[in-house]
């Protein structure tokens, strides 16, 4: 009895610890890595993001002629290497982390992208955006092949040093 | 995301909602590990320690599923454990409801597309309907491992305390 009266002071002098948490702010450090962001109007939809992410919860898919960066937040590990990796520095960590939902499609987020289709065979391979960055960025392109998916690119580079095959 | 999905939806939070209406008193939880790595387990047991304290709420751990409303479910459901974790909500008294908690519960993580798991709750819930095993109610806790506060929060957003913010979003680039 008397033992157990030795933690009163104890407790009294400690007081209340336990948080008031979903009525209180969250304690959230500097080095906290939440959900990520992706800026539509910096992406151009290169993929580099949906290669290095472990998970793949960045998936890039095309859908008739758009072309979808898909983010499923209930998949991702929150390792922030897409946001290291991203060429345009369009993805951007956020210190969110209250994405509970009852609704598993919540979780997605999509970001449209216009899609190219090949001259010749009439294929999609890559986004505008994309295709006009390289444009811009490479000095002397050879603007001819810049409609072409890089099958039939390979084909018409060929058939210049070679020639139209006789039949 | 077609438009009859967001309907079919929108449809089972209404059904949530009614469900919850059933519950009267505190509700009580059933830990179940899935194959989980053990990391969301050791936040389970930190929301329920008195720094967290989810007792405020009245949530409680009781040992049986039989006791329970609300299965506390991590990992991404291995082949072993499939018939196990029907075997335990099976004998959950309705209304039952689920929270899946941590990336494996939600999408499978790095292992959703593995031989030796299921990928997730949500392709699980998919074949215990077929099965004939309803579930009133799941709440998706996503985090790697997921925060005792996000934690919190799942439990909040299921007892409506609180709406939950996460929206489908489409951009155009």
């Not at chain 1, 400690?14 to 209180?24: L, R």
């Not at chain 1, 500097?30 to 960045?58: M, Q, W, Y």
């Not at chain 1, 969110?96 to 391979?125: M, P, Q, R």
Request: glycine fraction near 6%; include cysteine; charged fraction near 25%.
């Amino acid at each position: 009895m008397v033992k157990f009266l030795k933690i009163i002071p104890i407790a009294v002098k400690t007081g209340t610890v336990t948080i008031k948490y979903p009525y209180q702010e969250p304690l959230v450090t500097d080095s906290f890595r939440g959900a990520i962001e992706i800026d539509p109007n910096k992406c151009v939809g290169c993929g580099a993001c949906t290669r290095i992410c472990p998970p793949k919860a960045l998936t890039l898919t095309t859908e008739s002629n758009t072309m979808i960066l898909r983010y499923f937040v209930g998949r991702c590990i929150f390792c922030g290497m897409c946001a290291d990796t991203c060429p345009e520095k369009a993805i951007k960590i956020t210190k969110e982390f209250e994405l509970a939902t009852g609704n598993i499609y919540d979780l997605y987020s999509d970001v449209e992208h216009e899609v190219k289709t090949c001259s010749i065979c009439g294929k999609t391979f890559t986004s505008k955006k994309l295709s006009n960055k390289i444009a811009s960025k490479v000095p002397d392109i050879p603007t001819e092949t810049m409609d072409l998916c890089p099958d039939c690119r390979r084909k018409e580079t060929l058939k210049k040093f070679i020639g139209v095959p006789e039949q | 995301m077609s438009q009859s999905t967001i309907k079919e939806s929108s449809s089972k939070s209404i059904d949530l909602k009614k469900a919850l209406s059933r519950i009267k008193r505190s509700i009580w939880v059933f830990h179940i590990n899935t194959g989980s790595c053990n990391g969301c387990d050791i936040e389970i047991l930190d929301v329920l320690t008195p720094y967290f304290d989810v007792e405020r709420f009245g949530i409680k751990l009781v040992v049986s599923p039989r006791h329970a409303d609300l299965a506390l479910l991590t990992g991404p459901v291995t082949i072993k454990t499939f018939s196990k974790v029907y075997r335990a909500l099976s004998a959950m008294p309705r209304p039952r409801f689920v929270l899946a908690i941590g990336s494996c519960a939600v999408g499978g993580n790095i292992w959703f597309e593995s031989y030796s798991t299921m990928g997730g709750f949500p392709k699980v819930l998919e074949m215990f309907s077929e099965m004939g095993l309803e579930i009133d109610g799941v709440v998706y806790v996503p985090g790697c491992p997921a925060r005792p506060e996000a934690i919190i929060y799942g439990a909040a957003t299921l007892l409506g305390l609180q709406k939950p913010k996460t929206v489908y979003r489409r951009f155009k680039a």
